[in-house]
Every structure is written in structure tokens, then in C-alpha cells.
């Protein structure tokens, strides 16, 4: 019998396996280093008002440059911080640190994405009024990112959260929309303040009438119930007029700028601020 289970897990074994787990371990234990270790970095990506063609706010990314590998996409590293139970101290580190830097930048609105491990803590909501009072920043000025994987798994919990969250004066914004299972319905059962249009939905839109049908629906959806729509993912002007067109207020992508330093976006605020004084002297004149 003994012998039996012995060959039945000789079977079983595989060293790809073995060498995945090592890998993944190291990486966990590395992203825990990082995060004791006050290694990562916030990047900040323009939000750009479709009319005013003006930054009004920006998305605070995660960066993580592992030692000895170079950067890590949050795409690999956050997961892996959702299922080791780093994904607290992760999210408290972005959302104090957006916050904290996010005061030097009064005319800005400031993004922070929200993973369903933070959501799901029924503390997180107690932890968001603990930074915005020590941050001291205005409530209103920050949104809270979060993607709808989560909701559909536990809607009535998630909105709870959205409720008490929205309480404390942020906004909350559907992430990634149209990437997934996403249905209008959602919307309006959430009382979301605003959406965040998937880049796939964006990507063809000056090549694909399908496609530019897609979005124009689902702006208008989302207006006739109120709900501004901004566009991720927009690498053309081609793309910025079309979804601007359509009706979304606020554009992110590429074709704006990639996601940069906060002195880089100290700087740009600078630049602009100087160009608003020199067109008023201008006027004067
Ligand atoms: P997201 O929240 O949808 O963020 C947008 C992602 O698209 C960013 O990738 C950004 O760099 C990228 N992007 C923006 N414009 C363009 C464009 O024009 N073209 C292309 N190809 N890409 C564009 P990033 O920084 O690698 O982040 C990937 C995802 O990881 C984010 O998607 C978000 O879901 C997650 N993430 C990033 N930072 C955090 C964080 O601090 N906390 C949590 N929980 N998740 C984060
Ligand atoms: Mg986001
Ligand atoms: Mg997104
Ligand atoms: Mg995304």
C-alpha cells in the first residue's frame, strides 16, 4: 500500500512545479522586503480634462524595481501580494503616499486602484479615514480605483463599502470597465461616481466602426445615468477626439504622457501655472 502512494506521488511529481513555487516564493519573500523595506515607488499618470485639454488630476501606479531583476509589472507583484497577505501593507503604503505627495498639487485630483483584498477588509474603510486625517488632504479630491471582479463574487458587501466609503467624502470610480463581465447593471446598483473605459474598448476605435459603436453606447449609458466616463489607454489623437466626441470628460494614455515621477508632474503643474499667468499679463495688455 505504502509502496503504491510512494509511485502514485512519484507520478505526480514535477520539477517545472517545484521550480515555479521556489520562483514565486522568492518573489514573495523579495516584494516583502520591498514593502518592510520602503522600496517601492509611486508613479503618477496625467488625467487630462477633454475640454480644457488641462492635467487635472492623476493615477497613482505602483513601482517596484526587484534587486537583481529590474522592474516587476504590478500586474505580476500585486496578485502575488493579494494571495500572501502583503496586500495590506501594500495598500496602505500607495494610498498614504499618494495622498501625502498629492498635497503639493491643490489643483489636482488624485487616483488610487484598490484591490478586492483591501476592499474586502471590513476595516479598510476605517483605515481610509485614518490616512485622510493624518494626509490631512481634502476627501473630495481623491478617488478610490476598484475593479469589478470582486463585486459580482459579493455584491451586497461591496456595497456596504461603497456606501461607508462614500461617507468619508472620496469618490469611487469603476475601473477597467468593459475588460470583463461588466454590465450597466452594475452601475447603477453601485452608485459609482464615475468609470474608468477599459483600453480594449479604446484601442481600435479610429480603424473599428464596431468598436466606436461599443463606446458611444456605453457613454451614453453611463451619462443617462449621470455617471462621467473617463477613457484609458488613449495612444492617438485619433483616439482622443473620437472618445472626447462621445463624450468622455477625461482622457488617460499614452498619447498624454506615460506615468511619470512626482517631480516630473511638480514640474508640469509648474509649466502650466506659468502659461495661465503669462495669458492673463497677455490679456492685459
Ligand atoms: P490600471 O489601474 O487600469 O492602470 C492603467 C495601466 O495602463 C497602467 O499600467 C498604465 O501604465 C497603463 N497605461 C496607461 N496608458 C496607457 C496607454 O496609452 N497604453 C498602454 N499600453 N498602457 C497604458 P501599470 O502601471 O502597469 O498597472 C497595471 C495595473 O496594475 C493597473 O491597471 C492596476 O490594476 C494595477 N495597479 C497599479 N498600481 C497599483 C496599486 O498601487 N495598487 C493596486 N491595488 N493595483 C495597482
Ligand atoms: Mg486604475
Ligand atoms: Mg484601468
Ligand atoms: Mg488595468
Same mark, same amino acid.
Given at each position: 500500500?505504502?509502496?503504491?502512494?510512494?509511485?502514485?506521488?512519484?507520478?505526480?511529481?514535477?520539477?517545472?512545479?517545484?521550480?515555479?513555487?521556489?520562483?514565486?516564493?522568492?518573489?514573495?519573500?523579495?516584494?516583502?522586503?520591498?514593502?518592510?523595506?520602503?522600496?517601492?515607488?509611486?508613479?503618477?499618470?496625467?488625467?487630462?480634462?477633454?475640454?480644457?485639454?488641462?492635467?487635472?488630476?492623476?493615477?497613482?501606479?505602483?513601482?517596484?524595481?526587484?534587486?537583481?531583476?529590474?522592474?516587476?509589472?504590478?500586474?505580476?507583484?500585486?496578485?502575488?501580494?493579494?494571495?500572501?497577505?502583503?496586500?495590506?501593507?501594500?495598500?496602505?503604503?500607495?494610498?498614504?503616499?499618494?495622498?501625502?505627495?498629492?498635497?503639493?498639487?491643490?489643483?489636482?485630483?488624485?487616483?488610487?486602484?484598490?484591490?478586492?483584498?483591501?476592499?474586502?477588509?471590513?476595516?479598510?474603510?476605517?483605515?481610509? =479615514?485614518?490616512? +485622510?486625517?493624518? @494626509?490631512?488632504?481634502? &476627501?473630495?479630491?481623491?478617488?478610490?480605483? !476598484? #475593479?469589478?471582479?470582486?463585486?459580482?463574487?459579493?455584491?451586497?458587501?461591496?456595497?456596504?463599502?461603497?456606501?461607508?466609503?462614500?461617507?468619508?467624502?472620496?469618490?469611487?470610480?469603476?475601473?477597467?470597465?468593459?475588460?470583463?463581465?461588466?454590465?450597466?447593471?452594475?452601475?447603477?446598483?453601485?452608485?459609482?461616481?464615475?468609470?474608468?473605459?477599459?483600453?480594449?474598448?479604446?484601442?481600435?476605435?479610429?480603424?473599428?466602426?464596431?468598436? =466606436?459603436?461599443? +463606446?458611444?453606447? @456605453?457613454?451614453?449609458? &453611463?451619462?443617462?445615468?449621470?455617471?462621467? !466616463? #473617463?477613457?484609458?489607454?488613449?495612444?492617438?489623437?485619433?483616439?482622443?477626439?473620437?472618445?472626447?466626441?462621445?463624450?468622455?470628460?477625461?482622457?488617460?494614455?499614452?498619447?498624454?504622457?506615460?506615468?511619470?515621477?512626482?517631480?516630473?508632474?511638480?514640474?508640469?503643474?509648474?509649466?502650466?501655472?506659468?502659461?495661465?499667468?503669462?495669458?492673463?499679463?497677455?490679456?492685459?495688455?
Amino acid at each position: 500500500k505504502a509502496k503504491e502512494a510512494g509511485r502514485a506521488r512519484m507520478t505526480l511529481y514535477d520539477p517545472a512545479m517545484d521550480a515555479d513555487r521556489e520562483e514565486r516564493n522568492a518573489l514573495e519573500l523579495d516584494l516583502r522586503q520591498a514593502i518592510e523595506g520602503g522600496d517601492l515607488t509611486l508613479a503618477y499618470q496625467p488625467l487630462i480634462g477633454a475640454d480644457s485639454n488641462e492635467m487635472v488630476g492623476v493615477e497613482a501606479l505602483v513601482r517596484w524595481n526587484r534587486p537583481g531583476h529590474g522592474p516587476v509589472s504590478p500586474d505580476v507583484f500585486i496578485p502575488v501580494a493579494e494571495t500572501s497577505g502583503l496586500i495590506e501593507a501594500l495598500g496602505l503604503f500607495v494610498l498614504r503616499k499618494a495622498c501625502e505627495t498629492a498635497k503639493q498639487w491643490p489643483e489636482l485630483k488624485i487616483a488610487v486602484n484598490v484591490s478586492p483584498g483591501q476592499f474586502r477588509n471590513p476595516a479598510f474603510t476605517d483605515y481610509v =479615514r485614518y490616512v +485622510l486625517r493624518q @494626509t490631512e488632504i481634502e &476627501a473630495k479630491r481623491v478617488t478610490l480605483e !476598484v #475593479t469589478e471582479g470582486y463585486m459580482i463574487q459579493n455584491p451586497k458587501r461591496t456595497r456596504q463599502s461603497i456606501e461607508q466609503l462614500k461617507t468619508l467624502g472620496v469618490k469611487i470610480a469603476l475601473d477597467d470597465f468593459g475588460s470583463g463581465f461588466s454590465s450597466i447593471g452594475y452601475l447603477r446598483q453601485f452608485g459609482f461616481d464615475r468609470i474608468k473605459i477599459d483600453r480594449s474598448l479604446i484601442m481600435d476605435i479610429e480603424h473599428s466602426e464596431s468598436q =466606436r459603436e461599443m +463606446l458611444k453606447a @456605453t457613454v451614453a449609458l &453611463a451619462s443617462s445615468l449621470d455617471i462621467p !466616463v #473617463t477613457a484609458e489607454g488613449i495612444e492617438t489623437p485619433e483616439q482622443a477626439d473620437i472618445a472626447s466626441q462621445f463624450g468622455c470628460d477625461t482622457l488617460q494614455g499614452f498619447f498624454f504622457s506615460k506615468p511619470v515621477s512626482a517631480d516630473d508632474i511638480t514640474e508640469r503643474l509648474m509649466e502650466a501655472r506659468a502659461r495661465k499667468a503669462g495669458g492673463r499679463r497677455v490679456n492685459a495688455a
